[in-house]
Antibody, heavy 120, light 109 residues
Framework: EVQLLESGGGLVQPGGSLRLSCAAS????????MSWIRQAPGKGLEWVSA????????YYADSVEGRSTISRDNFKSTLFLQMNSLRAEDTAIYYC?????????????WGQGTQVTVSS | QSALTQPASVSGSPGQSINISCAGT?????????VSWYQHHPGRAPKLLIY???KRPSGVSSRFSASKSGNTASLTISGLLAEDEAHYYC?????????FGGGTNLTVL
C-alpha cells in the first residue's frame, strides 16, 4: 500500500523557517511529479508547489513564490518543502500528494498531513 | 489565481442524488481536461474521486460521476449514503498552476 508520511511541521514565529519532509514508501516515487497542498483553518485546499519527477522543474503558487523551495531526493524517496519568512497566513495543514503540473491524476495519493502554525 | 466557486453546502437524504457545481473561467475549467474531484473527511487524507473531468480511479464507487459544461464542472453523487457526508473539492489545471474550489460540505440528512 502506498504511504506518504509528512513530517517537520510545528509552531514557528512569524519570519521563521521550517523544512517539511514527505517520505514515500511502496511507491515508485521517482516516476511521479509531486505537490504540496495545504488547508488553512476553516478554509479549502490550496495548491502550494509542485516538482517534476526528476526534480528539474519546480512551480509555486503566488502566495509562496520567493519564500519557499520545493525539492526531492529520489534515492531516498523523499519530498521537501523549505519555507522561509513564514507568515500567519501560512498556518495550515500541509499535505504532500502525487502529481504536479498538468498531471492527469493530481492527488491520486496523499499523506496524512503535517500541521504548521505560525504565531508569536 | 482565484479559487474555483463551489456552493458552501449541500444536503440530501439517504438514497437521493445530489449535484455539486464548480464554476471557473475560460482560463481553467473551461479550457482544461484536467478537472478533478476529491472527497475529504476531516482528519483524514483527501481522496481522489474523479480525474480528467469524468474518469473514476479504480475502487471509487460508480455512484460518483462528473461532467463539465462550459466553464462549470459538476459532481453527482447518487444513492446517497451516510458515509458520503464529507467535504468535496474540485480542482483544475490552469496552464500555469493548479487551482482548487473553496469546497462544499455535504450533509446527509
Amino acid at each position: 500500500e502506498v504511504q506518504l508520511l509528512e513530517s517537520g511541521g510545528g509552531l514557528v514565529q512569524p519570519g521563521g523557517s521550517l523544512r517539511l519532509s514527505c517520505a514515500a514508501s511502496e511507491f515508485t516515487f521517482s516516476s511521479y511529479a509531486m505537490s504540496w497542498i495545504r488547508q488553512a483553518p476553516g478554509k479549502g485546499l490550496e495548491w502550494v508547489s509542485a516538482i517534476s519527477a526528476a526534480g528539474g522543474s519546480t512551480y509555486y503558487a503566488d502566495s509562496v513564490e520567493g519564500r519557499s523551495t520545493i525539492s526531492r531526493d529520489n534515492f531516498k524517496s523523499t519530498l521537501f518543502l523549505q519555507m522561509n519568512s513564514l507568515r500567519a497566513e501560512d498556518t495550515a495543514i500541509y499535505y504532500c500528494a502525487s502529481g504536479g503540473m498538468a498531471s492527469s491524476r493530481l492527488g491520486e495519493y496523499w499523506g496524512q498531513g503535517t500541521q504548521v502554525t505560525v504565531s508569536s | 489565481q482565484s479559487a474555483l466557486t463551489q456552493p458552501a453546502s449541500v444536503s440530501g437524504s439517504p438514497g437521493q442524488s445530489i449535484n455539486i457545481s464548480c464554476a471557473g473561467t475560460s482560463s481553467d475549467v473551461g479550457s482544461s481536461n484536467l478537472v478533478s474531484w476529491y472527497q475529504h473527511h476531516p482528519g483524514r487524507a483527501p481522496k481522489l474521486l474523479i480525474y480528467e473531468v469524468t474518469k473514476r480511479p479504480s475502487g471509487v464507487s460508480s455512484r460518483f460521476s462528473a461532467s463539465k459544461s462550459g466553464n462549470t464542472a459538476s459532481l453527482t453523487i447518487s444513492g446517497l449514503l451516510a458515509e458520503d457526508e464529507a467535504h468535496y473539492y474540485c480542482s483544475s489545471y490552469t496552464g500555469i498552476s493548479n487551482v482548487f474550489g473553496g469546497g462544499t460540505n455535504l450533509t446527509v440528512l
